[in-house]
């Protein structure tokens, strides 16, 4: 699974073009755990990448763009055709933003590049600049 692709990648109209949603949902990201959690799933790139998971997460606020709605995402968690390491992974993420509650001992469901990027959101969460995550080599 590669972990930088952008769900952005359709071709936008000619003209007034509107951010890609990544830019958008980060812009509209006003609190640490929203940046995160926003940057996590960014960093995913899957999830963010399929309508349905848009459709649960991203709401339009007229001028002030699209945002994510983590409460309608948490309603829907269960009703989404996800995998076992998708859930949970998500539901980390709620957990992180503060609208769900899951067990960090859920992580060992993970594969080994969400593992990452959730390790990554825990330790941005945390204000930690100095403790990097990564492969070993």
Known sequence: MPISRDPDTAV???GDEPPPLSTALRRGAVTVRDRAVVT???EEGVLLGRADVRRALVVEDGADGPRC???GLARQLY????????????????SM???HQTSLSRVHELDE???MVVLRALIQLS??????VGTRV
């Open 40 to 42: 996590a799933l960014v």
């Open 127 to 132: 204000g930690n600049s100095r403790i990097a």
């Open 12 to 14: 936008p109209p000619p």
């Open 69 to 71: 709605d983590w409460e």
């Open 97 to 99: 933003v503060g609208v």
């Open 113 to 115: 590049d969400r593992l």
């Open 79 to 94: 009703a989404l055709e996800l995998s076992s390491s998708e859930r949970v992974f998500l539901a980390l993420l709620l």
